[in-house]
Nanobody
Framework: QVQLVESGGGLVQAGGSLRLSCAAS????????MGWHRQTPGNQRELVAQ???????NYAGSVKGRITISRVNVKNTVYLQMNSLRTEDTAVYYC??????????WGQGTQVTVSS
């Protein structure tokens, strides 16, 4: 089992920035990938950004150039730096990890609200 604890969500004006953190209960170096997804009411959860064990990253088209995923292995933490936020970025953001056995674990989610 892996526990993930997200933090850093909140209310921000359009154009502002937030940094989300996701702390894992185990060494993230052993995970195949870590990522952030988001979900709005009535919609499916969608990928925002993902970082693989080798450090390669993948972003949703709508966030490229504005959002950066990174990780600090010694802290077992993955970050999501979000700049130039838009109202359409409003969602609950979830951290997830995939281990080498392809098991998927999710955090509890953190609310991000961007006001106009």
């Amino acid at each position: 089992q892996v526990q993930l604890v997200e933090s850093g969500g909140g209310l921000v004006q359009a154009g502002g920035s937030l940094r989300l953190s996701c702390a894992a209960s185990k060494s993230i170096f052993m995970f195949k990938s870590m990522g952030w997804h988001r979900q709005t009411p009535g919609n499916q959860r969608e990928l925002v950004a993902q970082i693989s064990r080798d450090g390669s990253t993948n972003y949703a088209g709508s966030v490229k150039g504005r959002i950066t995923i990174s990780r600090v292995n010694v802290k077992n933490t993955v970050y999501l730096q979000m700049n130039s936020l838009r109202t359409e970025d409003t969602a609950v953001y979830y951290c997830n990890v995939i281990n080498l056995a392809d098991d998927v674990y999710w955090g509890q989610g953190t609310q991000v609200t961007v006001s106009s």
